[in-house]
Every structure is written in C-alpha cells, then in structure tokens.
C-alpha cells in the first residue's frame, strides 16, 4: 500500500522538484540581469579618464617587482610570439575599471568543457568573446593507474600517453585556458597607445634593474628557473653561450621564457626545442647524470660574479 501510494504521488513530486528548479534559475538570471544593469549606471556615473588610466599602468611598470612578470616569450608554429603577461593584463583591467568579465560554461560532454569568456566595456558597451574548450586529457611519461586514450612517441624517443584527467588536472586545465582567453578579450580593449608606452616603460624598468646589480639579476634569474626544475647548463643550452656572457638582451628573453612557465603557456622542453630548431641544432640532454651532485646555486652566482670580474680586470 504504501509502494502504491509513493507510485502514485511520485509525478507530482517530479513536478513541484521541476518548478522549484526552474524558480531557482529564473531567480539567478533575474539576479544576473539587475547587477550587470547596476554596473552599466555605475559606471555611466563615474567615467574612465584614459590619462590617469596610463598613469596608474605606468607607475606598476615602473616597479621592477612588476616589470619582470609583465612579458611572456611563446613558441608559436615554428615562430615566437612575445607580449603582454596574464599578470600585466590583470593589473591593466584593475587600472581601466568599468570592465565585466564572464566565464560562462556553456557546454559539458564526455570529451571536454566549454566556456566563453567575454570582457565587456560598460561605458561603450563593446563586449568581446573568445570560446574555450577544455579537454578532459592530459599527457602524461607514465600510464600507471590511468585511463588511456592515445600513445606516441616524443621527440627524444621516449612514450607519452594521453590520459584521463583527473579532477585537479581538470582545475588547473580549466584556469589555465581561461587565464590565457582572458589576456585575449582584455587586451582588445586596451588602447594601442597606451600598451604601447607600458611596453616600452616594462624594458627601461628591466634594463635599469640589470645595471644597478647584474650578478643578483642573474642569480635570481637562475633561482627561479630552478623552481621549474631547470638547471643552469640547459640556461646555456638555451641562450647558446655561457651564462658569464648574458647580455641585457638575453636576461630579457629569459624573464620571458620563465613567466611563460610559470602562466603555464608551454612547458620548458617546448621552449629549449624551439630556440634551437631556430639555430638548426638538436636538443641534448643537459641534466646531470644519475648520482651526480647538483651544483649550489650559490655556488653558481659566485662563479659568475668572479668570471666578471676577470673580464672587468682583463
């Protein structure tokens, strides 16, 4: 009796759970709807005045702390591509204000996760979007305990496997391509001229930073690399010279090539194989071998610091 009576209240109940459901999200959208037009009149009311925008950007340029993180070097079809950083952008967009930006999931299959991101100007209502697709794969040198989709061999030789990504693999996918469509939208919004005199504000900030102390510049330089796992010799490898010859020019790259890292943009062996396919060379394995002792990297910077002082003494 009591199966009977649950059968028989059972569409009423799929009913009222349905028309709860669509409240809620009738709810949400109005929600959307009164803050987005709340942000329309706010900013109606107090307007962006571009100078002072330029002057705000100019003044984080100008901070060495900023400058270094500002820039991103990217192998891009057998090119390089070199810009503005996600960090920069961010600070640029806080500088601008009157800025929307939406990561909207619109679509969630077996395969992938779908967004738009869309960066609107609330005073002249210029809205610009970039779809992103979100794999549920990630490479991977070992198949152990994962779901296998694909298999090839890399460059060196060696097997990578496709695999199922995982939920903190899918995390850091999914903020990592949306980061990256996030620089996209931003930028186009941002008047030529004014990326143009933070550019050039960004290498005067680095260039000063490098000649008031050149052996910690590159001594933090080798620090953070390190953090990444790359040793000193695959520096060397990568600028073709030994590290007491960095010129202005090279250390520049570098501060690039790691933000690039560290945005997640590409990884470091990308990066190495596409320098030298630029010089026709072939990338070696320049990783100590097994058992041998990791050089300090104090050690490093000192060696360094003596070499130029050789070369100032010669």
């Known amino acids: ?3 009977e009576l649950g059968v028989s209240r059972e569409p009423a109940a799929l009913q009222r759970a349905d028309d709860s459901s669509a409240g809620a999200a009738i709810s949400i959208a109005e929600r959307a ?6 942000q329309f009149i706010v900013a109606a009311g107090r307007p962006r005045d571009w100078d002072v925008v330029r002057d705000r950007i100019l003044k984080h340029c100008h901070r060495p702390t900023f400058a270094k993180s500002a820039m991103y070097r990217k192998p ?3 090119g390089v591509v070199v810009g503005p950083s996600i960090r920069f952008v961010e600070a640029m967009a806080n500088c601008m204000g009157n800025i929307d930006i939406q990561a909207e999931p619109i679509a969630d299959t077996e395969e992938a996760v779908h967004y738009m991101m869309r960066a609107t100007d609330l005073e002249t209502n210029t809205s610009i979007a970039k779809a992103v697709t979100v794999r549920k794969e ?3 040198s070992s198949s152990k305990g ?6 090839r061999v890399n460059t060196r030789g060696k097997a990578t496997f496709l695999v199922r990504a995982r939920e903190d693999e899918m995390t850091a996918k999914r903020d990592a391509e949306l980061s990256k469509a996030f620089r996209q939208v931003v930028l186009r919004l941002i008047p030529a001229d004014i990326l143009e005199d933070a550019m050039t504000a960004i290498k005067v900030t680095m260039d000063r930073t490098f000649q008031e102390d050149p052996d910690a510049a590159k001594k933090k330089l080798l620090d953070a690399f390190s953090s990444f796992g790359v040793e000193p010799g695959e520096i060397k490898t990568y600028v073709g010279k030994p590290l007491k010859q960095l010129s202005d020019s090279d250390l520049e790259e570098l501060r690039q090539v790691y933000q ?3 945005d997640g943009e590409a990884t470091w062996r990308t990066v190495l194989e596409s320098k030298l396919a630029e010089r026709g060379e072939e990338v070696q394995d320049t990783k100590r071998k097994a058992g041998e002792k990791p050089r300090d990297l104090d050690e490093v910077a000192e060696d360094l610091k003596l070499d130029l002082q050789e070369e100032d003494d010669g």
């Open 33 to 38: 709807k009164a803050q987005i037009q709340a």
């Open 146 to 151: 994962r779901e296998v989709i694909s298999q």
């Open 260 to 262: 690039t890292l560290k």
């Open 138 to 140: 990630v490479e991977r």
């Open 76 to 78: 891009i079809g057998g």
């Open 1 to 3: 009796m009591s199966t």
